[in-house]
């Protein structure tokens, strides 16, 4: 079976906090921050966009997985910011790792499962035979409207990882399933700057029916209990919807926390989920089990079960982990913010 072989995720070193926004709009801070649950998030920089971000999270994953870029198979990067209408993303990451021109490469886009989406075409080609190594990535930049909910959310980064044969794999890939319905909670028409959003209707018909449907799912298919999990990540728009999907599910704060990012990053789209997961094989032990569940809105969720094998101690030793990342920050006012924001329109 198909496995992670290496994995790299990236975080902007630049942060705004919720006050800072907050005291923008004449908005209460203190309730925002406590019913979003984010403090502050990761802002790119006027030179970071999907791409780069993307580029990033894969050079480490590469480096990780030790090897040449001319192994790789496919690229697959998943977003939902792709700095071209028309010009892949995944072009521009496969000639930076050097793994052009004998291979195939696509931009996927399913809001913020599109990652997990590539994870999943990823896994069938290796599967297959047809190819050895495969390279996915999940990475978006900050898409808010001034003064709307998502300004406070919206952030900027993203994972990416090598599947290649489980022989080699730090964590193998046991069982993955999707859930999909055609529910518009949230959008975003052409040539619109930001997307729209549906409110409330984004919670239980949307996220929750997705993320606990798909869960359920795998762990009937399994034949396992939540409990036989040491570690569970869930799509996180927010830290509520991920702690309200667990406390459903029975998950423990012990298993979903590791990979709880929201707080300190914000909502990272594509990146969201994987960047969990990183963070999860960062401090993961062998034989350990993780269960992870994306979900992106129009909607579906992607739900995985993984193993945990001895090749992880050695491997995530060869890169800066999540942790480093997080802690390595730069706070911006709300009007470098927008400067930023605009340098990336231009």
């Avoid at 423990?252 to 989920?273: F, I, K």
Wanted: with cysteine.
């Amino acid at each position: 079976m198909a496995g992670i072989v290496g994995y790299g995720a990236y975080i902007p070193v630049y942060r705004i906090k919720s006050e800072e926004i907050a005291a923008v709009w004449g908005e209460d801070a203190e309730r925002i921050s406590k019913g979003l649950g984010i403090l502050e998030k990761a802002v790119g920089g006027p030179d970071e966009d999907a791409a780069t971000i993307a580029v990033e999270a894969a050079r480490l994953a590469l480096k990780r997985a030790s090897i040449d870029g001319r192994e790789i198979g496919a690229v697959y990067i998943g977003s939902e910011s792709h700095p071209y209408a028309v010009k892949p993303t995944a072009t521009i990451v496969a000639e930076a790792v050097g793994a052009t021109p004998l291979m195939t490469a696509a931009d996927l886009e399913f809001a913020c499962k599109a990652g997990t989406a590539g994870l999943q075409a990823a896994a069938g080609l290796v599967d297959s035979g047809y190819i050895k190594y495969a390279l996915i990535a999940g990475a978006d930049t900050a898409q808010g409207r001034p003064g709307d909910a998502l300004e406070y959310s919206a952030a900027s980064g993203g994972a990416a990882f090598v599947i290649g044969p489980s022989q080699e794999s730090v964590a193998i890939l046991e069982k993955t399933l999707s859930f999909t319905t055609d529910t518009p909670d949230f959008w975003r028409r052409p040539k619109a700057d930001y997307p729209m959003h549906g409110g409330r209707f984004t919670g239980k018909p949307a996220y929750f029916k997705h993320v606990i449907n798909a869960t359920t799912m795998l762990l009937e298919e399994m034949g396992r209990e939540i409990s036989d999990y040491d570690y569970v990540v869930f799509h996180q728009p927010n830290a509520r919807f991920p702690k309200e999907a667990a406390k459903r599910l029975g998950v423990r704060e012990e298993q979903l926390l590791p990979g709880l990012l929201v707080p300190y990053v914000g909502n990272t789209y594509s990146g969201a989920s994987l960047l969990g997961l990183a963070a999860v094989l960062d401090v993961a032990e062998p034989g350990q089990l993780v269960l992870v569940t994306s979900y992106g809105s129009g909607a579906g969720s992607d739900s995985f079960s993984f193993k945990i094998t001895d090749k992880i101690e050695e491997v995530r030793e060869r890169g800066v982990k999540v942790k480093e990342m997080l802690e390595r920050k730069r706070y911006i006012s709300y009007a470098t913010y927008v400067k930023f924001r605009n340098k990336l329109k231009m």
